[in-house]
């Protein structure tokens, strides 16, 4: 974080500083911070008011643990620490990390924002970029996916004197979120991967989806460098509304970053050609993490690191080091449980339509293993934000599941959650009436104890079993993903049905 006192923090929020101790305006702010358990000496604790914690009533054990402020919307009395009032915490936090990067911004050494959105692959791009600047100079950028008006300030909030970059990533699920985004920290570069139908139940259509992403482009100045997606129908048109240059990516002969010879191996690894913009030889790349799909991932991160300066042999060297990026997204891990051995696709961070495919197509590209070919398993959760034709988007992915060459289909809803129960009968429909005489395996599961059940019975049935996880947060996939990473112990029949082994109970 820039130099900032909690009476520099006050007036940039244009808050009320509240000190009953006298002399806590003075103080230094050495981190920002909303989760009390993360407070330290120095810090400022941003007091949020949510759906089920108030943050108002951590502010008292904050001060004990180092704080030297709280931004608050209400005096707590008997805290024992300087207090910032301000109508809404949240916006204040807002403005607090606009503040430090007009400090970053005034500073007399170069700082270069580069700001990221899409339906899919934001996460995954930010970190294969974030791994190729920070091989060059200090980067900044999201734990996870803080991209929204909480998440993408506290990572500006980071940025410190030394930073040379920051990634931001930036999502939305209704029109103007990613302007606001924007106006607390405006991109040098703006990348756009996509554009799908995720949240279209609450933008109402593709064309509005389309509208908010392009705030990203529009909040560039004359300055600004767009780079977007040459194959993507949605994404072209925004190269009139950049008001700098543009820069394009993609596989087809259009595209300055383009690749092509895109093959996979037996663990839906991708390598490809690369061409970069004044580089006479093609690079040959070789992703680390699984996923054909990152292919357009890799190119966009590639695009942006390239424009900054980083040299063609780290781009292919860093890229084809990436094995671990933010969890739940493509993550692959072996597990021994309940007396079956089986390969885990942990894709289940969120899901919509788009990233559904994607991660079908990953695990039917799972095509060979030692000792014979795989079988595929996919755990789907239900979709939700998806709009009035959510039912058929999920008969679609069932189709889709069948149509890929996936051996057994198992969709999860909600047992306490009528919509996702529902949601989730519609994908088992969609897949049941994809496989007509074919021999795809379609069950579904009321909660994730009786998915982990049923793939152990069909793993312990077929060797070499590979088995994706991909769903909405709501489904509980992520947190089925975290339990089979710590194979914590399998459920028994008091909340799932037991599953059996030579007839004792596992």
């Known amino acids: 974080m820039m130099a900032m006192t909690v009476q520099d923090a006050a007036k940039s929020v244009a808050g009320l500083l509240h000190d009953t101790q006298g002399d ?6 050495t981190s920002v911070v909303t989760d009390s358990r993360k407070v330290g000496p120095g810090a400022l604790f941003v007091a949020i008011a949510g759906e089920h914690v108030d943050g108002h009533d ?3 054990s904050a001060a004990k643990s180092g704080a030297v402020a709280a931004l608050v919307d209400h005096v707590v009395e008997d805290a024992p620490v300087a207090q910032i009032v301000v109508k809404d915490t949240i916006a204040a936090l807002g403005l607090l990390a606009k503040a430090n990067i007009a400090l970053r911004r005034a500073a007399q050494a170069p700082f270069t ?12 791009t930010k970190d294969l970029l974030k791994a190729l600047l920070a091989s060059q100079a200090e980067t900044i950028a999201p734990i996870g996916s803080f991209n929204n008006d909480i998440g993408m300030p506290l990572t500006a909030l980071e940025v410190g004197e030394r930073t040379r970059f920051l990634v931001s990533e930036m999502g939305a699920s209704h029109l103007g979120e990613i302007a606001y985004l924007t106006s607390l920290v405006r991109p040098d570069i703006s990348i756009v991967l996509k554009v799908g139908v995720a949240h ?5 259509s593709v064309e509005n989806i389309q509208k908010a992403k392009s705030e990203i482009v ?36 259009d595209a300055q970053i383009r690749a092509w010879n895109v093959t996979t191996d037996e663990h839906d690894r991708a390598e490809f050609d690369m061409m970069l913009p004044d580089v006479s030889d093609p690079c040959h790349v070789r992703l680390a993490i699984p996923g054909r799909h990152n292919v357009m991932n890799a190119l966009a991160a590639a695009s942006a690191a390239w424009y900054l300066g980083v040299p063609a ?26 007396g079956a051995d089986f390969t885990v696709i942990d894709d289940s961070f969120n899901a919509n339509p788009d990233s559904m495919k994607a991660g079908l197509d990953g695990l039917a590209g799972w095509s060979a293993v030692s000792g014979g070919r795989p079988f595929r398993i996919a755990v789907l959760g239900s979709m939700l934000e998806l709009g009035g034709d959510e039912a058929a988007l999920h008969r679609s992915i069932g189709e889709y599941a069948v149509h890929a060459g996936v051996d057994a289909v198992i969709a999860v809803g909600g047992e306490h959650d009528a919509l996702l129960d529902s949601l989730a009968g519609d994908l088992a429909e969609g897949a049941r009436a994809a496989s007509g005489d074919a021999p795809t ?12 059940l049923a793939v152990i019975r069909l793993a312990r049935d077929h060797d070499h079993a590979v088995v994706l996880l991909k769903g909405s947060h709501a489904s509980g996939l992520s947190a089925l993903a975290s339990r089979w990473e710590r194979n914590d112990h399998v459920p028994d029949s008091v909340n799932a049905g037991a599953a059996t082994k030579n007839g004792e109970t596992l």
């Open 58 to 60: 951590f502010v008292g």
């Open 313 to 338: 042999d780290d781009i292919v060297r860093i890229l084809g080091e990436q094995r671990h990026i933010s969890p739940h997204r493509m993550s692959v891990f072996r597990l021994e449980r309940g």
């Open 24 to 29: 806590g305006g003075s103080a230094g702010i």
């Open 113 to 124: 924002v580069v700001g990221i959105t899409g339906s899919v692959g934001k996460t995954t």
């Open 200 to 204: 279209l139940g609450e933008f109402g």
């Open 441 to 452: 395996l379609v069950e579904t599961a009321h909660n994730v104890d009786e998915a982990d």
């Open 218 to 253: 529009e909040a560039l100045d004359e300055h600004g460098v767009a780079i977007l997606n040459a194959d993507d129908e949605h994404v072209v048109p925004m190269a009139a509304i950049a008001p700098g240059k543009v820069f394009w990516f993609g596989q087809g002969s």
